[in-house]
């Protein structure tokens, strides 16, 4: 069996893909630089993308998404709402609206459940959104 390797500088992404992919039956390793990456046999390196292969597929976040995300999963318990992930990822992502904000979770969650099936994300009425238990 081949070894996934995730790299990721952020402790909490890298550790939840970690997860998701050894929950899922796959062999993970995890790097948190570039440097150690190279260590490693055969790996494909991706700059201001979030991107995870599987088998033979790419799951790619954008920027926004990536913001979103980590900020969800750096509070995984609390609920956050639509005004707070803005504020908090303004700065990384000055384009997303409340409007639009709606949209880039719809589309995380997308492609999350692509890995697995799993929604990885609640909705919790009347505050925002939170990572599901």
Do not use: W
């Not at 992404?13 to 062999?27: C, H, K, M, Q, V």
């Not at 492609?111 to 939170?130: C, H, P, S």
Request: proline residues 2%.
């Amino acid at each position: 069996m081949k070894t996934i390797l995730v790299v990721d500088d952020d402790l909490h992404i890298g550790n939840f893909l970690e997860e998701a992919l050894s929950g899922e039956g796959y062999a993970v390793a995890g790097a948190d630089s570039g440097t150690e990456a190279l260590t490693f046999d055969d790996i494909t390196l991706f700059a201001n993308t979030l991107t995870v292969k599987i088998a033979d597929n790419e799951i790619r976040l954008t920027r926004t998404e990536c913001a979103i995300l980590k900020l969800l999963m750096m509070k995984p318990k609390i609920p956050l709402s639509r005004s707070s992930i803005l504020d908090k990822i303004s700065l990384d992502t000055p384009a997303c609206t409340e409007r639009s904000l709606k949209q880039h979770i719809s589309n995380i969650r997308r492609k999350l459940q692509a890995v697995n099936g799993r929604d990885y994300i609640e909705t919790v009425y009347g505050i925002g959104f939170k990572m599901k238990s």
